[in-house]
């Protein structure tokens, strides 16, 4: 069955510190899509980053690095330099690929993990 | 840019009351999603639609029904709302993709008190 665990469920920082929020997966298919999720205190997912399964090459946005690794199904994104604003709780998600009609690769959703990034 | 519009950011209902929550996506997405997010539940989902006029139950989809009559629009229904429908409600819409999935945009949110 799919699940998706985030198992740190709050983390506070100070900011300027690098932070790093985990998750791990688990899916039969071999064919499948991983999400990251920002949601800010306003309430909106703001979407950050996709990866399919056939591409582990780490990806850097700005602050933003994900670092995907199949062998240990994790797919952990970290925040260089936190800042006030990172603040939010983010969501990692994963989906399998479907064939047109039918289930279209739903979204399984961590819980969340709280990110608290302070003065 | 996807824009994922919902009709309220906040309602407040009577026990018994029908409640229709609206959603409008302008990019011309075949997907539309409906979710509900609980404090230590996460994201769940409730229905999903991936064409006009077609529907699919998602995990949750006890004591709702949608609605898609047109592509932009993706209605959720609660034909008699109870407080255990008290939620943020959450629609997204995605594309088609070649390999049957694709990133979903979400809209900003309704939160709903049902008393």
């Known amino acids: 069955a799919q699940k998706v665990t985030q198992a740190q469920t709050e983390i506070s920082v100070v900011e300027k510190e690098d932070v790093t929020l985990d998750c791990v997966y688990e899916t039969r298919d071999t064919t499948y899509y991983l999400f990251w999720y920002k949601q800010p205190p306003s309430g909106e997912l703001v979407f950050l980053i996709r990866r399919n399964s056939f591409d582990e090459q780490n990806e850097i946005s700005g602050r933003y690095s994900w670092n995907f690794q199949k062998s240990t199904s994790s797919f952990n994104f970290t925040i260089t330099a936190s800042q006030v604003v990172d603040s939010a709780v983010y969501f990692c998600a994963l989906s399998e690929a479907r064939d047109y009609g039918g289930s279209q690769g739903n979204l399984i959703f961590g819980k969340g993990t709280k990110l608290s990034v302070k003065p | 840019d996807v824009k994922v519009t919902q009709s309220s950011r906040y309602l407040v209902k009577r026990t018994g009351e029908k409640v229709f929550l609206e959603c409008v996506q302008d990019?011309?997405?075949?997907?539309m999603f409906w979710y509900r997010q609980d404090p230590g539940l996460g994201l769940r989902l409730i229905y999903f639609?991936?064409?006009?006029?077609?529907?699919e139950k998602g995990d949750i989809p006890e004591g709702y029904s949608v609605s898609r009559e047109k592509k932009e629009r993706f209605s959720l229904i609660l034909e008699s709302a109870s407080t255990n429908q008290t939620s943020m409600y959450l629609c997204a819409s995605s594309l088609l993709g070649s390999m049957g999935t694709d990133t979903q945009y979400f809209g900003p949110g309704t939160r709903l008190t049902v008393l």
């Open positions: 990019m011309d997405h075949e997907n």
């Open positions: 639609s991936y064409d006009v006029k077609m529907k």
